[in-house]
C-alpha cells in the first residue's frame, strides 16, 4: 500500500512539474508593458490579417485578411480575401483585390511577394481549402490580381507561411506534418516537434532538411537569397540555414532565442528582420475561442549584425487592448504595420 501511494505521489509531482514548465514557457509570467516610441491607428473593414507584405519600391501593402472567428466559433466560414493598402496616403482605404476571384472557398494564410528580373510581381498564397491547401499563383498588374494557378500538394499538408525564390518556386512551412486530430493535440502537450519545410522547385515539391521542428512558422530569405530564415512559435527561437540557391539545399548554421512564441517575419531594405509575436500563448489559445478576450501583442526588431549574428528589441508591446494576437509586424519607412490573426482591424504605427 505504501508503495502505490507513493508511486501516486511521484506521478502527481512529474505532472505538476510538467503542467508548471508547460505554462512558464507559454510565456505566463512574463510581463506586458504596454511601450511603443511614436503614435498609432487604427484601420478598420480588414478581418484576420494573419500576414501582411510590402512592396518597398511603392509603398502597396498586401494583407492576408480570412475570418477565423466566424470559422472556429460560428462554424460559418465566409470567404477570405487579399487587401492592397496604400502606404503613401494616410486616408487611404484598403482594397479587396480578390473581391471578383471564382472561389468561395479562399482562406488565406500566409503570403510573399516575388519580383522577378523584368519586374513582373509574383504572389503567393497559402490558401486553406476545405478539400486540400493549395498555393495560389497570382499576378499583380495594373492594381489588380490575376490568378495564374492554384498548385497542389500531398506535401502541403499543415501549411502555415511561405516565401517566394523564384516565379513558380517557393518554401513552405508546414506547422505540423500531420492533420487536424487527438493525436497531434498530444504532441503539442508534450512539446513535440513534427513541423517541416517544404521547397517546391516550380516542378517537384520535397521536403528539406528541416524537419521535426516545434510549429514551423514564419519564413523568409535574405536580400541575397543566401540565408533563410525560420521561426519556431512554441520553441521561442529564429534558426538560421545557408541556402544554396541553385539546388534550394538548406543548411542550419545558427540559431537565436527569442523568448516570445515567434511568427511571421518580414524584413525591411536594410536586412532587418521585423517579426510578429504571442509573448503569451496560452492567452492566445482563449482569445481564438472568446473574441472577448485578450491576447498581447509584441513585435521585435532582429538588427543583422553580419555573420549570422542579431540584436534583438522590441519595439512594440501591448496588452491586447489596442491589438491583440499579432502576428506580423511589416515596416515602410517610418511605418509599422501590425496584423492580428483574428481581431477585424490592422494597427499602424509611426515611429519616431
Known amino acids: 500500500m505504501k508503495k502505490s501511494i507513493r508511486i501516486i505521489l511521484l506521478l502527481i509531482l512529474v505532472l505538476g512539474i510538467f503542467a508548471f514548465k508547460s505554462v512558464y514557457q507559454s510565456g505566463a509570467f512574463k510581463t506586458i508593458v504596454n511601450s511603443f516610441s511614436g503614435t498609432t491607428r487604427q484601420v478598420d473593414g480588414i478581418v484576420g490579417a494573419e500576414d501582411i507584405t510590402i512592396d518597398q519600391s511603392t509603398g502597396i501593402a498586401f494583407i492576408s485578411s480570412d475570418d477565423r472567428w466566424a470559422t472556429k466559433i460560428y462554424k460559418k466560414p465566409v470567404k477570405g480575401a487579399i487587401y492592397s493598402l496604400n502606404l503613401n496616403d494616410s486616408t487611404s482605404k484598403p482594397v479587396n483585390l480578390t473581391l471578383d476571384l471564382d472561389q468561395q472557398d479562399f482562406h488565406p494564410h500566409g503570403i510573399s511577394l516575388y519580383q522577378t528580373p523584368q519586374g513582373k510581381k509574383i504572389l503567393f498564397v497559402v490558401n486553406h481549402r476545405n478539400d486540400g491547401n493549395v498555393i495560389e499563383r497570382f499576378e499583380y498588374r495594373n492594381d489588380s490580381l490575376i490568378l495564374i494557378e492554384s498548385i497542389p500538394d500531398d506535401l502541403i499538408i499543415s501549411p502555415n507561411d511561405i516565401i517566394g525564390v523564384g516565379e513558380r518556386s517557393f518554401y513552405i512551412t508546414n506547422d505540423h506534418n500531420e492533420k487536424l486530430s487527438t493525436w497531434r493535440y498530444v504532441k503539442d502537450l508534450l512539446a513535440i516537434g513534427n513541423g517541416n519545410v517544404c521547397y517546391f522547385d516550380g516542378e517537384k515539391m520535397t521536403i528539406t532538411s528541416i524537419e521535426g521542428m516545434k510549429y514551423a512558422n514564419g519564413i523568409a530569405v535574405s536580400l541575397d537569397g543566401k540565408k533563410l530564415y525560420l521561426t519556431s512559435t512554441t520553441g521561442k527561437c529564429l534558426y538560421i540555414y545557408d541556402r544554396d540557391i541553385p539546388s ?43 473574441e472577448d478576450a485578450c491576447s498581447p501583442s509584441e513585435i521585435i526588431k532582429l538588427t543583422n549584425l553580419g555573420n549570422d549574428k542579431f540584436r534583438q528589441e522590441t519595439i512594440y508591446m501591448n496588452n491586447g487592448k489596442e491589438i491583440s494576437a499579432s502576428s506580423v509586424g511589416a515596416v515602410y519607412k517610418d511605418l509599422l504595420v501590425i496584423g492580428p490573426v483574428f481581431q477585424r482591424h490592422i494597427t499602424i504605427g509611426k515611429m519616431k
Open 248 to 290: 534550394g539545399k538548406l543548411v542550419e548554421v545558427a540559431r537565436m532565442d527569442n523568448g516570445t512564441g515567434v511568427d511571421n517575419i518580414e524584413m525591411d531594405t536594410k536586412g532587418d528582420l521585423w517579426i510578429g509575436c504571442h509573448p503569451q500563448m496560452l492567452k492566445f489559445i482563449t482569445h481564438s475561442k472568446n
